[in-house]
């Protein structure tokens, strides 16, 4: 029986492949299977698992400096209010849905005095929903 994974079905499974040792068949077929699953569209659902798999690695990176346990929660959170906001809009990919998606974020998470995100994992799905406005360039999880 398949099913779509959520956001935080890939959250998980990504870091179950990071805590298995480099190399190992488990981590590549874990990490593989990812990659088949990869991001088909560029639908505001599509963006918010980009920025919650972003918001996890920033966290990661994150914790190893500061090791403050309660800023991923504290980010989710600040996710899944934005999420609700767009919540009828997760399957459209127009100018009009991602900019309500922009201005959902906007809302949720700290930003600069310009009014751009200051948080870097916004700030990088922003740019890559400008480029998929601009291009058609499908979203990333790694640019």
């Not at 099913?3 to 935080?8: D, M």
């Not at 499974?13 to 488990?26: D, Q, Y």
């Amino acid at each position: 029986m398949s099913r779509t994974l959520t956001a935080a079905d890939r959250t998980a499974l990504i870091r179950l492949a990071h805590s298995l040792p480099k190399g190992s068949e488990e981590r590549k077929t874990l990490l593989a299977g990812l990659k088949v699953a990869s991001l088909p569209d560029g639908t505001v659902g599509t963006f918010l698992l980009v920025l919650s798999s972003k918001l996890t690695q920033y966290d990661q990176r994150a914790t190893k400096k500061d090791g403050n346990i309660y800023r991923l929660s504290l980010l989710f959170a600040a996710l899944q209010k934005a999420g609700k906001r767009v919540a009828k809009l997760k399957d459209e990919d127009s100018p009009e849905a991602l900019q309500a998606l922009k201005d959902a974020l906007l809302r949720e998470f700290t930003k600069d005095l310009r009014g751009r995100p200051d948080l870097p994992p916004v700030a990088n799905v922003f740019k890559q929903i400008d480029a998929f406005l601009s291009s058609g360039k499908l979203p990333s999880l790694r640019g």
